[in-house]
């Protein structure tokens, strides 16, 4: 069962599934800031660069990045699990659905339910299109209620319906994430950070938005690719991050960062290798 902390989903813009302009509904949030930008920047050291050049998106790591979203998300590691999970979690944006938390009100469903049905028209969620672009914005489940939770359950069954939530997954989040990071000379620990936030707060332009958390973080240190410290720069971004959750009540419980990113910091671990162990809203989990 979703614990009721779980998925106070986050974005607050629409996604756009068309590559070209997702780039700029994301907008300055994902431009990296090479080190040449700034004058008299040092190069970045070599380890850090190897340290990035592969990360959060090895498939091991990936798996790790899944399971600790699911942990905060849902209240368990079987992230592969939750394909047909979807709720109303009275947060003000519709239901909230699937393995990253899609929402009915923010975008991102009607979008995956835009591709699902390109890939295999005729899909038992295909007849709510024009509902989900109705209540786009909302909270509102007018034309959905009562029979798109049932079908939503029925097509998360379906190895086309599951794909195209990876995909939108990484579209939406987690390549963008993990494109940042290693542009700002982050380990796989930085970049999973990065990822944590754009899930809960998506890539539009409002003070809780992940493009804000950043530069807040960046006017407090340097990444590593401009020549900073990367244990500095990750603290001065997690104390953005909490900043940024504290906005809005639904976010309040901070502990996906105080009991898990911050404790995975605190013992060094930049590469988030196992074992790891965290609390998220008073919950243990361990990996082996």
Known sequence: ????????????TRTIRTAGLAVLALGL?????????HAGAPTPPAAHLEA??????????????????SSAENSTLDWKGQYGYIEDIDDGRGYTAGIIGFCSGTGDMLDLVELYTERKPGNVLAAYLPALRAVDGTDSHEGLDPGFTGHWAEAASDPAFQQAQNDE??????????????????????QFAYYDALVMHGGGNDSASFGSIREAALAQASPPSQGGDEVAYLDAFLDARVRAMKQEEA?????????????????????????????VYGDSFHIG
């Open 52 to 69: 990035a050049a592969t990360g959060l998106d090895d498939p091991a790591k990936k798996d790790i990045a899944m399971q600790l979203v």
């Open 169 to 190: 997954r990484d579209r939406v989040y987690f390549d963008p994430a993990v494109r940042q990071g290693k542009a700002d000379g982050l380990g796989t620990l930085g």
């Open 29 to 37: 949030a994902f431009t990296a800031v090479p080190a040449t930008a």
């Open 251 to 279: 976010h309040s419980d901070t502990s996906r960062v105080d009991t898990a990113q911050r404790v995975f910091l605190r013992n060094g671990n930049l590469d988030l290798d196992p074992p790891l162990d965290w609390q």
């Open 1 to 12: 069962m979703p614990h009721p902390h779980n998925s106070t989903s986050r974005r607050t």
